[in-house]
């Protein structure tokens, strides 16, 4: 146990994983091409484009957003033309949040350039340590979708 009472693996492991999404993100190389997006919009992106017709209510829940802040990132993302808004059939008050076209061409291509410093680092790990990224990754999923939860 640590002084604030956390097992002292759990924190090791937060203190990790917070070092590896840290190199990750320093990793990721300029993208030619593409105007880079700030990391809210990058990862509001992301969302749209994972869940095409979400409400900006729903993003920022999902997200763990202020309101404001989704509604600011997503109108940016609108202006640069990688969101659009299209009233949502049973509620023309609601509006849903879609991917352009261009939204899907440039995450295929932001996409590749994430994973490919990730990829290269998981090559330069033995079997053993591959093997135990893959054993993990079910743990590593539920981790991500509790983090993507209030509460």
């Known amino acids: 146990m640590t002084n604030d009472g956390v097992p002292a693996a759990t924190r090791e492991i937060a203190d990790l994983l917070r070092d590896l999404s840290w190199n990750i993100h320093r990793k990721a190389p300029e993208i030619t091409g593409i105007e880079p997006l700030p990391n809210t919009e990058l990862a509001v992106l992301k969302h749209v484009l994972d869940n095409p017709g979400l409400t900006v209510t729903e993003l920022a829940r999902l997200m763990g957003l202020k309101q404001s802040n989704a509604s600011a990132a997503v109108r940016t993302l609108a202006e640069r033309g990688l969101v659009t808004r299209s009233s949502s059939p049973t509620d023309r008050r609601v509006s849903l949040l879609l991917p352009t076209e261009e939204a ?11 994973a490919g410093p ?3 680092g998981i090559e330069r790990l033995n079997a053993e340590q591959r093997a135990a990224l893959e054993a993990a990754s079910g743990a590593l999923v539920a981790l991500n979708r509790a983090m993507q939860t209030r509460g």
């Open 118 to 120: 990730i990829r290269a």
């Open 104 to 114: 899907r061409a440039q995450n295929e291509v932001i996409a590749h350039a994430w």
